[in-house]
């Protein structure tokens, strides 16, 4: 160990007499440079250093309403998620952009992503950005069914519609929870769906059943079609018509959105 320690010292005495020597010759010893590369991603003994975010996961604006009307211009990204937040499904869909272009794909939206973006797209209309709301039987749906695919349920008119990009395919009469099991209001998405579900809670069949909050789901109710608005459920929405819920079932999938509203 000695040894190497005294060879190391000897070499540290030789190269700083050689750079003595060369300043002395009017030789200017130059100190390595090392470029620093603006990457995604590591470049070996260096840190990365990532380009700047103009849009990020999280942010909550307008200006993220107008990237995501472009993303849907060019079907990366699905109506549904026209909704000023940069969520999951928006930074998939910019990643999906990016690899198109060559891009890295970051997830957020950088000066050069962006650039090339407004290339590929153009200005989004007043109508893109704000789809009009449908207007059933007098009364506007909530805005929130007016884009994507989406169970809109009106706790006024006891109506659950199922909307696709702003058009009404199916309505269903539907009753709700009692006052202490009261049926939740909010935006939602179908979380999982059981065809032959039975609730362990109250032992009772909850067939056809789409959960959307907790133990809360949409389902048809054989009491509902017995006794109508007589009963009410446990906080479940309740459907009477079991041939059209059967259909219902089928089309809806899970990550749907469930609004319940009051119009």
Known sequence: MRAVVIRNVVAGVVAGATVAVLAGAGVVARAATVEVKTVPFEVSGQLPI????LYKYGAVNVSVRKLEARLIQ???LDKQYLDNEYGTMTSGAVKKFQQSKGIPPLGYVDQNTWDKLLAATKEPTQKELYPPVPVIDGRKLDARCATGTALCIDKTTRKLRYVVDGVVKM?????????K?????????VGWKSRNHVSKLYDSPMPYAMFFSGGQAVHYSSDFAARGYNGASHGCVNVRDLTKIKALFDMVKVGDKVIVYRS
Do not use: C, I
């Open 50 to 53: 990532y380009p700047k975010a």
């Open 181 to 189: 099991t009261a049926t939740r209001e909010g935006g939602f998405t």
């Open 74 to 76: 060019l079907k990366m």
């Open 171 to 179: 309505q269903f009469d539907v009753r709700f929870g009692a006052v």
